[in-house]
């Protein structure tokens, strides 16, 4: 009976919490726009305020089970969302940049990171690459909402935004097997490691792919679409059955979800198509949730924090962050767009994808899963991924608009 009684009371203690990190979500988006601030710098330090370091009345720590649900499907989540916002017809035309960036651009990031980190913190190899590995990624989820508001050059507009699917879904695959190696302490070589990375690729590609056309063909106006009135409901559905299944056959789960949102937002390249109505009603129910993803990932990320690690590792994390920002972002940008013949960036162009490269959702779940399986250097990791997300998002998100007045990136006919 007293174990009953204490599971109950674990119970309502979750759902008291989950409903506590819905309230603090809506306020911080509420404060968020008041203040012209990007929504996840509240969700951060809303974390951190109503968390263990202060307040104590978020603390997701006693279900470690749910705090892994979140992160892990939140993440996958925003990664499908993620995927359906890149068009064929666009992606075809800057396919070089966008694949170099996306996959070279991680790997070099997270070389020089990487690098920094062991000589700055003086961790060993393992962690030091696997912190290079959680911030290599940008953030789709931060950088669509700005581009929303800012006319761009659509191509550039769209590089950008494919860039940031692309990498996330490259930055967690290169995340799992550095975890891996880590946590199982796996001594593998670079052959080895990209022989796995390419399987976890093709195999989450394929699994990606059979998946969402099931899906999308179950819930189209086909004659077999016999469940168009749950779309919405089957795009979850698509999300935990690509992850799942790529996991159990060794791909890479990231991959596969962003695919499968990939495939859900061409839809019509494969001939099916939703009913308007269930379309609507999906497009309104993905965005509910995908929101709802961003606010509990973030809001556990600043509960997750360590305040006395990061006075301690805050001054050499914003080094990392500086780093980051001046120095590997331009090399990636400067690497990959070289081999682009056909895109022909100008050089503003470039000036611009530089500078926006903001980090935000992936690198939080990231660096959520590396504090809960206690990784040797976890503290620094959380520490250096906090400031990074912080200082991203103010400086980078904030100025994207003065920024791309002074490169003349914007469309002409909305200058004004």
Request: hydrophobic content about 50%.
């Amino acid at each position: 009976m007293g174990e009953m009684n204490t599971a109950a009371i674990s119970a309502n203690e979750l759902v008291l919490i989950m409903s506590s990190i819905g309230v603090l979500g809506v306020i911080g988006g509420w404060i968020g726009e008041k203040l012209n601030i990007p929504d996840v710098v509240i969700y951060l330090i809303l974390g951190v305020l109503f968390g263990p370091v202060f307040l104590n009345l978020v603390n997701i720590d006693s279900f470690p089970v749910v705090n892994e649900i979140i992160l892990t499907f939140g993440s996958a989540f925003i990664l499908y969302e993620g995927g359906r916002e890149i068009k064929f017809k666009v992606l075809n035309e800057v396919k070089v940049s966008v694949g170099l960036l996306a996959s070279l651009g991680v790997f070099i990031t997270a070389a020089i990171v990487g690098l920094t980190t062991y000589y700055v913190f003086k961790l060993p190899p393992g962690p030091s690459l696997l912190l290079g590995a959680t911030i290599a990624s940008t953030d789709p989820a931060a950088l669509i909402p700005v581009f929303k508001k800012i006319p761009i050059k659509n191509r550039l507009k769209q590089t950008v935004i494919s860039e940031s699917a692309f990498n996330d879904a490259f930055g967690a695959i290169l995340f799992t097997s550095i975890l891996t190696s880590i946590t199982l302490s796996k001594n593998s070589g670079l052959l080895s490691i990209s022989l796995e990375l390419i399987f976890m690729i093709l195999i989450g590609v394929l699994v990606g792919t059979i998946v969402a056309l099931i899906g999308v063909s179950l819930s189209s106006d086909k004659r077999y679409g016999i469940f168009h009135d749950y779309a919405p409901i089957i795009s979850i559905v698509i999300v935990v059955f690509a992850y799942e299944i790529s996991e159990r056959l060794g791909g890479s789960g990231y991959m596969s979800v962003f695919v499968s949102g990939l495939v859900a937002g061409n839809k019509k390249k494969f001939g099916l198509w939703v009913p308007d109505e269930n379309y609507v009603a999906g497009l309104h129910f993905r965005e509910n949730i995908a929101t709802l993803a961003r606010m509990s990932i973030f809001i556990i990320l600043g509960t997750h924090l360590d305040l006395n690690s990061l006075l301690k590792y805050g001054l050499k994390s914003v080094i990392i962050v500086l780093v980051l920002m001046l120095v590997a972002r331009p090399i990636v940008v400067l690497v990959c767009t070289l081999f682009d013949r056909k895109a022909s960036w100008s050089k503003n162009e470039k000036l611009f994808m530089m500078w926006v490269r903001e980090t935000g959702v992936i690198p939080a779940a990231l660096s959520g899963i590396i504090v809960s399986t206690k990784v040797p250097g976890y503290e620094v990791i959380s520490s250096v991924v906090f400031m990074t997300i912080i200082i991203t998002l103010l400086v980078q998100a904030s100025t994207t608009k003065i920024v791309a007045q002074k490169l003349d990136v914007l469309e002409d006919e909305n200058i004004g």
